[in-house]
């Protein structure tokens, strides 16, 4: 956003009441733009209306977005005359996934309790496969069936 020039006819009456400073909030990313006008010092009360009226003629602000919330603080400072811009966007930041079982409630309200699989350890379920195929490499169809009894335990039950 571009930093426009303020009007002395606002800056002597801003001085004249006492105010040191002028803060414009713009802010939007839902298709409206919105503006927050703050003032340090003084009494602003007889400004405010001539300040936004200034704004909306001056600086084109529709807001427009996705929905992110975005904007820019505009800093005009008649002690220092000087005058700062900050752009600013707040992002999505997702945080870490939480997994649980899923619980069932039946129409009254009570818990309907389901099996659900439990997890088997990853070094358990390679060990029994490394074991079933020593045995069936080896043609002992009798540890071969037994041990595929077991793999198949080892699975969730769908």
Not at 26 to 35: A, C, H, K, S, T
Not at 104 to 109: E, R, S
Not at 130 to 139: I, K, M, S, V, Y
Request: overall charge negative; some cysteine; aromatic content about 6%.
């Amino acid at each position: 956003m571009n930093i426009e020039p303020l009007p002395t006819t606002i800056r002597n009456r801003a001085i004249a009441l006492g105010i040191t400073a002028i803060h414009l909030h713009f802010n939007g990313g839902n298709d409206e733009g919105n503006l927050d006008i703050q003032f340090k010092g003084g009494d602003s009360r007889e400004l405010e209306q001539a300040v936004d009226d200034w704004v909306w003629k001056t600086y084109d602000y529709s807001g427009a977005g996705d929905g992110t919330d975005y904007g820019d603080d505009i800093t005009y400072d008649l002690e220092t005359m000087r005058v700062t811009q900050n752009s600013w966007c707040m992002e999505r930041k997702d945080d870490v996934e939480h997994k649980q079982a899923l619980v069932l409630v039946d129409d009254a309200g009570n818990v309907v309790t389901t099996p659900t699989p439990e997890a088997v350890p990853y070094d358990t379920a390679v060990s029994k496969l490394d074991e079933l195929r020593a045995a069936l490499f080896t043609n002992d169809k009798a540890k071969a069936s037994a041990l595929l009894d077991e793999v198949r335990g080892l699975l969730p039950k769908v």
